[in-house]
């Protein structure tokens, strides 16, 4: 009884201060208590006439395809403007503007490009499309990115390029990684699918290294159902992206004549999704001030929680995107309740929260991949034998287990929806001897 008291008195105090008389019953939504928060977050996405005028002008128009009309166009020069990049070209997915990227960029058969564990699949998966071999960098477990310390001692002969991804929306030490290009001769290719907006000292993600490609996938902050984007300064790298993604055919050419600069694929973008994309960056700025704010303000209150470890921003990074609000859990000061517990609990008490990706380097489908014919044909057995040796990520394993993950959607409410956020996890932690221990 002693400790129930005590528990309830934590709870309502913590939540008192936050101004939350509601989360005052201290017993968890989970074992029947009044959960934190009823409402739902805000819902995602957003839309209304912008976009109804803009689809319905393409589709009025019957001018689908970028050929035959100028939507796709318009938004490739605006995102190029927004960013700051020279040239912009649209493709069907983020993973296509990689795909697209990597070939551009020349990686091919027999090469090695340096990847992080952390990360959505594509990362990895337009690394074996093109028959290389993804070389896993650990994690640096403080700001959840690629570490940069450790990328240097894994260039081979083989390595063609280098490709951080801007995690979360925060940056990665881009500092480090371009000098390591430049010393070494290796282009660094920006996976900012996450990142619309991000900045490193003031300059746009995905505008930094030899391309930059971003999703608009419906989960994305700039969204257009499917759809992504490639950044690129150089204006021959982007002559051959373009022809790439248009079936090898030339940006200068007639978009339906016969006459081809290269092999090359279809990863084009239709004239309605240009149409969503221009009327939903016209949403962009203001939602992404509203994240910034929202979670500077969330990250106050979560540093005064014993156990969550907000993910940490290098100093270079002077804008995070927030695609997600990311932090560690330590059980030890949960009364040892491992995540799993505590991500229901969370759940219970109306705020979601997932545990995000598991390691992508121990994937059954990579080791696959590289015990296959064709891998065996392209790479020496000891090529293969030390990468099976070097695929380590001790740090990722640790983050893998500790992360919890918040949507970008959550934060783009009002201030009070980050109170009930920390309340709830007070609310948790107070309740924690309460939860399962295995
Ligand atoms: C979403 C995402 C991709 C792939 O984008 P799609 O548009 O879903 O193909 C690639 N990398 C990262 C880090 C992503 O988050």
Redesign the pocket.
């Known amino acids: 009884m002693s400790t129930v008291s005590r528990r309830e008195f934590v709870a309502a105090a913590s939540a008192g201060s936050f101004g939350l008389a509601k989360a005052s019953n201290g017993k968890l939504a989970l074992m029947g208590g009044e959960p934190v928060r009823k409402a739902q977050f805000p819902s995602w996405p957003k839309f209304g006439k912008p976009e109804e005028q803009g689809i319905r002008e393409v589709l009025q128009s019957g001018r689908w395809f970028r050929g035959y009309g100028k939507h796709v166009e318009r938004f490739e020069q605006a995102y190029a403007q927004l960013t700051g990049a020279r040239h912009c070209i649209a493709t069907a997915?983020?993973?296509?503007?990689?795909f697209t990227a990597l070939n551009g960029m020349g990686v091919g058969p027999g090469d090695e490009v340096l990847v992080p564990p952390y990360?959505?699949v594509?990362?990895i998966n337009v690394v074996l499309l093109q028959h290389a071999l993804p070389v896993f960098i650990d994690t640096d477990i403080e700001t959840f990115q690629m570490d940069a310390t450790k990328t240097e001692a894994a260039i081979t002969e083989r390595t063609t390029a280098i490709m951080p991804?801007h995690?979360g929306g925060g940056t990665v030490d881009m500092d480090a990684f371009l000098k390591i290009g430049a010393r070494r001769k290796v282009g660094v290719l920006e996976?900012a699918?996450?990142a619309h907006l991000a900045e490193w000292r003031g300059k746009k993600a995905g505008t930094l290294g030899a391309a930059g490609?971003f999703?608009?996938?419906a989960?994305?902050n700039l969204n257009s159902g499917?759809?992504?984007a490639i950044l690129i300064n150089d204006d021959d790298l982007a002559d051959r992206c373009y022809a790439f993604h248009s079936n090898g055919r030339s940006r200068k050419g007639d978009a339906s004549g016969f006459s081809y600069l290269a092999h090359g694929s279809n990863e084009r973008l239709t004239e309605f999704q240009g149409a969503l994309l221009l009327a939903q960056m016209t949403r962009l700025e203001e939602q992404s001030k509203a994240r910034e704010q929202n979670a500077a303000y969330l990250t106050g209150l979560l540093k005064e929680i014993p156990g969550i470890q907000v993910a940490k921003m290098y100093s270079g990074c002077t804008r995070n995107a927030y695609?997600l609000y990311m932090f560690r859990y330590n059980k030890e000061a949960f009364a040892g309740a491992p995540r799993a517990e505590f991500l229901k609990a969370m759940s219970a008490e109306g705020i979601p929260c997932s545990a995000g990706y598991s390691p992508l380097n121990k994937e059954p489908f990579l080791a696959a991949a590289i015990n296959s014919k064709g891998y065996r044909r392209l790479f020496p057995e000891k090529t293969l034998k030390h990468w099976q040796e070097k695929n380590q990520c001790p740090a990722n394993d640790q983050l893998c287990e500790e992360a919890v993950w918040l949507t970008q959607n959550m934060l783009l409410g009002p201030r009070g929806d980050m109170d009930e956020i920390a309340a709830a996890i007070r609310k948790v932690q107070a309740g924690a001897p309460e939860l399962k221990r295995a």
């Open positions: 997915s983020g993973t296509a503007a990689l990360t959505f594509a990362t991804v995690l996976d699918c996450q490609c999703s608009f996938q989960s994305k499917e759809g992504g695609h």
